[in-house]
């Protein structure tokens, strides 16, 4: 069973930045497809970017078109743990935030593509 738990999230002011982080347990991480979602009270779960391997030596990454361009992921394969550096935080960017992983399967942007999720870290984005 793959545990992750997320840190770094906060209350930050609009156009300021904040990087939350997910380590998880277990030793195949490098070969999961690893993602962050974001759920805001009285919303639907959405897909905010995720990163997998993509063959040719590389990880490719994803982005929801919200955050492209201001949100970047990344991975530590070493230390088990992914990023999210969230540059030009936006009020709507507010929400919960969860970390999720597992085998490549179905579409990245769906929850259901995914095994593991993490409890979540509250991100605040003040106006």
């Known amino acids: 069973q793959v545990q992750l738990v997320e840190s770094g999230g906060g209350l930050v002011q609009a156009g300021g930045s904040l990087r939350v982080s997910c380590v998880a347990s277990?030793?195949?991480?490098?070969?999961?497809?690893m993602g962050w979602f974001r759920q805001a009270p009285g919303k639907e779960r959405e897909f905010v970017a995720a990163i997998y391997w993509g063959g040719s030596s590389i990880y490719t990454a994803d982005y929801a078109d919200s955050v492209k361009g201001r949100f970047t992921i990344s991975r530590d394969n070493a230390k088990n743990t992914v990023y999210l550096q969230m540059n030009s935080l936006k009020p709507e960017d507010t929400a919960g935030y969860f970390c999720?992983?597992?085998?490549?399967?179905?579409?990245?942007?769906?929850?259901?593509?995914?095994?593991?999720w993490g409890q979540g870290t509250q991100v605040t984005v003040s106006s």
């Open positions: 277990g030793r195949t991480f490098s070969t999961y497809r």
């Open positions: 999720a992983g597992g085998r490549v399967k179905g579409a990245v942007v769906a929850p259901q593509s995914y095994d593991y």
